[in-house]
């Protein structure tokens, strides 16, 4: 088929494809390439080139019975009776017994044959980038691979598809939950968008079975869930803390009332100066911890339970986004399938009228033919629409995806620094009061350095003495 010249039968724009060639109906064209999937590519005759729908053109070699070639003459005089050899218009050599209307592939032998039933089978296709595949044929086939993994419906072929005796390729991609991954068997591995990094933007793509039941969790989901259990721990160390905080207040008013305890107030002397310095301490102490208690308050419970206090709503709003995003994805799936099926089956009955005009030439069936062409090529249409609405939408999904994992990362590490940040500053405070608790036990310790017993009984006894005249003996 290649090098085959062609002319267009209707008018193609190909506005609505990126690689279309543009041509009306009448001018000749040069065929280049006759993939399976109803699209070639052709050249004109001013040298552009470009795909096309296979149904918008007729060989100039009209279909119909071939005169034998000469390494084909002797076979086909060797044909059984009331077998023919045709031409399907994609070029491909079938036969048909023009008794039974049974058509083949194969060359029909002497005897006599069941006829091959209609079936399809899938091909091996590049990857596809927003509804073209690498290779820059545009996505317009009756099974495209690129959008799942399903099991080929028949080993039979239908004219057109590939010879029955080819061995089926991998398929390129796989489909998740509607979304289209590369087939791990035949595509290399995709490069990281931080190979440096175990970013979130390169590891959540994929669902993940729910270790509680028998679904799936979306990657997102796991990584909000990751995100609200770290507001969650955070709640929780502020909690700490003002549990701390309560324990600092209750302390310090504890102390403060020891402090004025009148126990052992009446003590003299430098022990009683010592004693007197001790319960003073425990005031100063009172007032250290009060202290300690406010800064913790304001310095590192507060701006805890402050931070990101509206996280959890915009998380919701966030998660609502690209669940919506994933909900379009599925339906544009969905659509895909169901022009996929239309497809099929306006493709089929293609095939049917084409045989119906090769077997008997009439104005109703070149009428019918050229009815389910423009079917078919409408279809095909609504296929590659379908597809590039599809794209579309996994695309957006997957910048959204990007740019939302990017802020989740950029969230939580600054999340951690803060917190990090706040807990030294708790150290910090705790090291101060420590301090300060020294400084008011230092002046006590002084005191109890100068306790001297004697000096205290001579004061004492100076103050106190009654008499220094010792009794003695009667006399008779």
Not at 268 to 292: M, T, Y
Not at 395 to 410: C, D, Y
Not at 440 to 466: I, N
Request: aromatic content about 8%; glycine content about 6%; hydrophobic content about 30%.
């Amino acid at each position: 088929m290649s090098g085959s010249r062609c002319q267009t039968l209707y008018p193609f724009t190909g506005e609505r494809h990126r690689q279309g060639l543009r041509f009306d109906a009448g001018e000749v064209l040069t065929v280049l390439q006759v993939p399976d999937g109803g699209w070639w590519e052709g050249q004109k005759e001013d040298g552009l080139r470009g795909w096309f729908p296979a149904s918008y053109v007729q060989l100039l070699e009209k279909p119909g019975m071939v005169p034998p070639q000469p390494a084909e003459e002797n076979q086909t005089s060797l044909l059984p009776p009331g077998w023919q050899s045709y031409l399907s218009p994609q070029g491909r050599r079938y036969y048909v017994n023009t008794t039974t209307n049974e058509t083949t592939w194969e060359r029909p032998n002497g005897s006599p044959r069941t006829p091959s039933s209609p079936g399809t089978q899938r091909n091996f296709q590049p990857a596809t980038v927003n509804g073209y595949h690498s290779s820059g044929t545009p996505v317009h086939q009756s099974e495209p691979v690129h959008m799942s993994l399903r099991k080929p419906t028949g080993d039979l072929q239908n004219p057109g598809s590939p010879s029955p005796g080819k061995k089926q390729s991998k398929e390129s991609t796989i489909t998740i939950n509607c979304v289209t991954f590369p087939h791990p068997d035949t595509m290399p591995e995709q490069q990281l968008l931080k190979p440096t990094e175990w970013s979130y933007c390169d590891y959540f793509w994929a669902d993940k079975k729910d270790p509680q039941g028998n679904g799936t969790v979306a990657g997102f989901e796991i990584l909000l869930q990751k995100q609200l259990k770290g507001k969650q721990m955070q709640k929780e160390m502020s909690e700490f803390i003002r549990e701390r905080i309560k324990i600092e207040e209750e302390y310090a008013k504890n102390l403060a009332k020891l402090s004025q305890n009148s126990l052992a107030a009446q003590e003299e002397g430098s022990l009683g100066e010592a004693w007197a310095q001790v319960k003073k301490s425990l005031a100063d102490e009172a007032e250290v911890h009060l202290k300690f208690s406010s800064k913790l308050h304001s310095e590192v419970e507060k701006p805890l339970m402050n931070f990101r206090e509206n996280f959890k709503k915009d998380m919701k709003k966030c998660d609502h986004h690209i669940a919506d995003l994933r909900k379009q994805l599925a339906s544009r799936y969905a659509s895909v399938e169901k022009a996929r099926k239309a497809l099929t089956e306006r493709q089929k009955d293609l095939e049917m009228k084409t045989q119906q005009l090769e077997i008997k030439l009439s104005n109703k069936t070149e009428e019918d033919i050229k009815k389910a062409r423009r079917k078919s090529t409408q279809a095909g249409d609504d296929l590659m629409r379908c597809v590039d609405l599809y794209n579309q939408a996994q695309s957006k999904w997957f910048e959204e995806m990007v740019t939302t994992t990017l802020e989740l990362e950029r969230l939580e590490v600054e999340r951690v620094e803060m917190i990090r940040q706040h807990l030294c500053q708790y150290t910090q405070l705790r090291h101060e009061t420590d301090m300060f608790n020294q400084s008011t036990v230092e002046p006590v310790d002084q005191l109890l350095r100068k306790v001297d017993p004697a000096k205290d009984r001579e004061l004492w006894v100076k103050e106190h003495k009654t008499g220094d005249i010792r009794p003695v003996d009667m006399e008779i």
